[in-house]
């Protein structure tokens, strides 16, 4: 039934398609959440005012955020063959990855801080508790879930982004699905490249999902 499918260049895609994935989610984790934490702090009447420093990084985050990711991608192949002297493969594709997924992750979790109960905050500072120590102590235990939750969401557009990634040259399933599939007019090809994509999205939305309500003391 479906003697058109290469699976051989489907395993390689799908495994392709996760090391991007993968890669650029623990670098949009290692950050997004400082980013997104200095991003509260720094606001007015926060830890750390600086509202110099908070506009010039809501700037950064929100340029990175507006720019759509397949203009993105193109703006930094020079940045990708810099770095690792390639713009393609999937290596290089994680840099504009990274670039499109942590300044949304950042606004997710400065979000999530905002969310905490304003007294559980002021009780720390009146027991005397130091700023890092309120950040470590109180700022990411208290927004953990929304935190895992905004993480699903950003691998779930990370899976989305590596597909775009794919057909200017990043490789994995959006690359096969583009060349051996719809290019080659083989749709069975093109199928069932986009059936793995969803699979992968059900899975990491699932585990997000549980994750998410383990975490959540509610």
């Not at 991003?39 to 007015?44: A, E, K, S, V, Y």
């Amino acid at each position: 039934m479906l003697e058109q499918v290469d699976w051989g260049q489907v395993w390689i895609a799908t495994q392709e398609t996760c090391y991007m994935v993968g890669i650029s989610t623990l670098f949009t984790v290692l950050l997004g959440i400082p980013l997104g934490v200095l991003l509260f702090i720094t606001d007015r009447d926060q830890l750390w005012e600086n509202i110099a420093l908070q506009r010039v990084l809501g700037l950064i985050v929100n340029f990175l955020r507006a720019v759509p990711f397949i203009v993105l991608v193109l703006l930094l192949f020079p940045v990708s063959e810099f770095l690792l002297n390639t713009s393609l493969g999937p290596t290089a594709a994680t840099v504009p990855l990274i670039a499109g997924a942590a300044p949304f992750y950042a606004r997710m979790v400065e979000t999530a801080i905002r969310e905490i109960d304003s007294g559980v905050i002021e009780a720390a500072q009146a027991m005397g508790a130091s700023k890092l120590a309120i950040i470590r102590k109180v700022f990411i235990p208290e927004a953990l879930p929304a935190i895992v939750s905004g993480l699903t969401v950003t691998c779930v557009s990370l899976i989305s982004y590596s597909a775009m990634a794919g057909i200017v040259g990043g490789g994995g399933l959006g690359d096969s699905a583009f060349r051996f599939g719809f290019q080659s007019f083989n749709d069975q090809m093109l199928v069932v490249c986009s059936l793995l994509l969803i699979i992968l999205v059900q899975i990491v939305q699932g585990i997000g999902d549980w994750v998410s309500k383990k975490l959540d003391k509610r």
